[in-house]
């Protein structure tokens, strides 16, 4: 019996020679512990804000429970706060906390999010093609990708969605 070897052709990765640079939101993902602070407990009833009271109950909190952490501060009543009441709550916690933002968890986390992606030196992606990692483990909302193509559209070469190997073409510079 003969047998015939025929040597395989040599693997190529043509993704890796195609110059494209793969930019993953989910780098930019915030990993810090966000805690809400409502402010709701503080109210008289739940519905008023009363100053002396309230300024009380700021001092008597125990502030380093919150060291080093984000402090979403919000008020899950349907009350009027007035403007100076999150003015006290930062005096107070500005010591202790990594940050501040006013609105719930999800807001600081979007907020937190778009910073760190305006922190990326985009001169790096300069007459890049750039393919924009559309799946993985973490939720990256709508607002991420509108930030991030407006960040690259005016020094990439071209802006892709996907993956090297399957991508929907965004941005191509004419």
């Known amino acids: 019996m003969l047998y015939l070897y025929i040597m395989p052709e040599?693997?190529?990765?043509?993704?890796?020679?195609?110059?494209?640079?793969?930019?993953?939101?989910?780098?930019?993902?915030?990993?810090?512990?966000?805690?809400?602070?409502?402010l709701k407990p503080m109210l008289f009833m739940e519905m008023i804000l009363k100053e002396k009271e309230f300024r009380a109950t700021l001092q008597a909190i125990d502030w380093t429970q919150y060291q080093d952490k984000i402090l979403a501060v919000t008020c899950t009543a349907d009350a009027i706060i007035p403007s100076w009441a999150y003015m006290l709550v930062a005096v107070q916690a500005q010591p202790y906390v990594k940050d501040l933002y006013l609105g719930d968890r999800e807001t600081a986390?979007?907020?937190?999010?778009?910073?760190?992606?305006?922190?990326?030196?985009?001169?790096?992606?300069?007459?890049?093609?750039?393919?924009?990692?559309?799946?993985?483990?973490?939720?990256?909302?709508?607002?991420?990708?509108?930030?991030?193509?407006?960040r690259l559209r005016p020094v990439a070469k071209s802006i892709l969605y996907g993956e090297a190997c399957s991508n929907v073409p965004i941005f191509k510079k004419k």
């Open 109 to 150: 986390l979007r907020e937190i999010f778009l910073a760190n992606l305006r922190a990326i030196d985009i001169a790096e992606f300069s007459d890049k093609r750039v393919v924009v990692k559309g799946c993985g483990d973490l939720s990256v909302g709508g607002f991420a990708y509108l930030e991030i193509a407006r």
């Open 10 to 38: 040599e693997i190529i990765n043509k993704v890796a020679q195609s110059g494209l640079y793969t930019l993953d939101l989910e780098d930019y993902y915030p990993r810090e512990e966000i805690v809400v602070f409502d």
